[in-house]
């Protein structure tokens, strides 16, 4: 749905709270920070905003779920069975991502596939 009200200050926002959680990867935690600061600045002055940055943070929140049961069953020797797939499980995480960021940079609403609505 695109909406053709929406600024580009807010859609570049939008594509912020999808991109700048790739510094989780270096510095763990930011990945779900980044899209919790922006949502919790933005939700009552932009829709938009306040909608991509709700579903970025749910995404993250998804993911670091998803990492932190993979490390529990890799503790218990499970995981291991597992690492062949996580190349191929960050390639996915970073095609959602980057298509969340072209939605929003287009003005266009986005949800992610396979994520977890635990904030509303």
């Known amino acids: 749905m ?3 009200s ?3 200050d807010d859609k570049n926002m939008a594509v912020l709270a999808h991109l700048l959680p790739l ?3 270096m510095v763990p ?3 779900i920070v ?3 600061v922006i949502w919790l ?3 009552d002055k932009s829709l938009f905003i306040e909608h991509h940055a709700r579903e970025s943070l749910n995404f993250q929140i998804t993911i670091t779920l998803l990492v932190t049961l993979w490390v529990i069953l890799k ?3 499970v995981g291991l069975l597992l690492l062949p797939l996580v190349p191929v499980i960050a390639i996915v995480v970073l095609v959602f991502m980057v298509r969340a960021a072209m939605k929003a940079g287009s003005g266009e ?3 992610y596939p396979m994520s977890l609505r635990l904030v509303n």
């Open 2 to 4: 695109n909406t053709p």
């Open 6 to 8: 929406i600024n580009r």
């Open 23 to 25: 510094f989780g990867f």
């Open 29 to 31: 935690g930011l990945n």
């Open 34 to 36: 980044i899209p919790l």
């Open 41 to 43: 600045m933005k939700r």
């Open 75 to 77: 503790l218990m020797l």
């Open 109 to 111: 609403f986005y949800r």
